[in-house]
T-cell receptor, first 108, second 122 residues
Framework: IVLTQSPATLSLSPGERATLSCRASQSVSSYLGWYQQKPGQSPRLLIYDASYRAAGIPARFSGSGSETDFTLTISSLEPEDSAIYYC???????????FGQGTKVEIK | EVHLLESGGALILPGGSLRLSCAASGFTFNNYAMHWVRQAPGKGLKWVSSINKSGDIAYYADSAKGRFTISRDTSKNMVYLQLNGLRDEDTGIYYCAKDLGSGQIGHWFDPRGQGTLVSVSS
């Protein structure tokens, strides 16, 4: 299963809403996750099962979608949200995990 | 607090071997599947290998099959990735991650370390 993310780069101002897209080449049901990676850091799980926030993730991050089309929304951008965001899925059987190519979010 | 400490990365010649280690603490190690994820310089994330919580089933990306071996030692709370027949394209930071859930094998990665750098070059 191939995950395609868009746009490649998003440049927005603090307080604006960011909408990131992830499209799967075939249905993944609701098994879609989102990760944030800041420069020089390891990735951090933000969202799993399409819409559930991981522990400690601020409420401004939300996920939606099902089957092949998914969205990560950051409701009001903070300067610390500058990062690359990856979507990820796991195929049912055999388990094979894949990531999208990433969307870079820049804060103006 | 969950903590994962990767080690074992090095500069290695093509065709060489390395063993990466991941020391886990802050959670009940036996209850979680474990994973390795790689990131080539300036590139995105790529899953490499996973092992179920029982330690008896391993999963590999096609690029790792036949060359890499994942294992775990419950007595030491350690996960290992043996890398053989290394190629230039294996270069990158290798992150160890625990599974988010406590099933035999899950969907989501919970990386909590800084990774270890493998550089394959002649």
């Amino acid at each position: 299963i191939v995950l395609t993310q868009s746009p490649a780069t998003l440049s927005l101002s603090p307080g604006e809403r960011a909408t990131l897209s992830c499209r799967a080449s075939q249905s993944v049901s609701s098994y879609l996750g989102w990760y944030q990676q800041k420069p020089g850091q390891s990735p951090r799980l933000l969202i799993y099962d399409a819409s559930y926030r991981a522990a400690g993730i601020p409420a401004r991050f939300s996920g939606s979608g099902s089957e092949t089309d998914f969205t990560l929304t950051i409701s009001s951008l903070e300067p610390e949200d500058s990062a690359i965001y990856y979507c990820q899925q796991r195929s049912n059987w055999p388990p094979l995990w894949t990531f999208g190519q990433g969307t870079k979010v820049e804060i103006k | 607090e969950v903590h994962l400490l990767e080690s074992g990365g090095a500069l290695i010649l093509p065709g060489g071997s390395l063993r990466l280690s991941c020391a886990a603490s802050g959670f009940t190690f036996n209850n979680y599947a474990m994973h390795w994820v790689r990131q080539a310089p300036g590139k995105g994330l790529k899953w490499v290998s996973s092992i179920n919580k029982s330690g008896d089933i391993a999963y590999y990306a096609d690029s790792a099959k036949g060359r890499f071996t994942i294992s775990r030692d419950t007595s030491k709370n350690m996960v290992y990735l043996q890398l053989n027949g290394l190629r230039d394209e294996d270069t990158g930071i290798y992150y160890c991650a625990k599974d988010l859930g406590s099933g035999q094998i899950g969907h989501w990665f919970d990386p909590r370390g800084q990774g270890t750098l493998v550089s394959v070059s002649s």
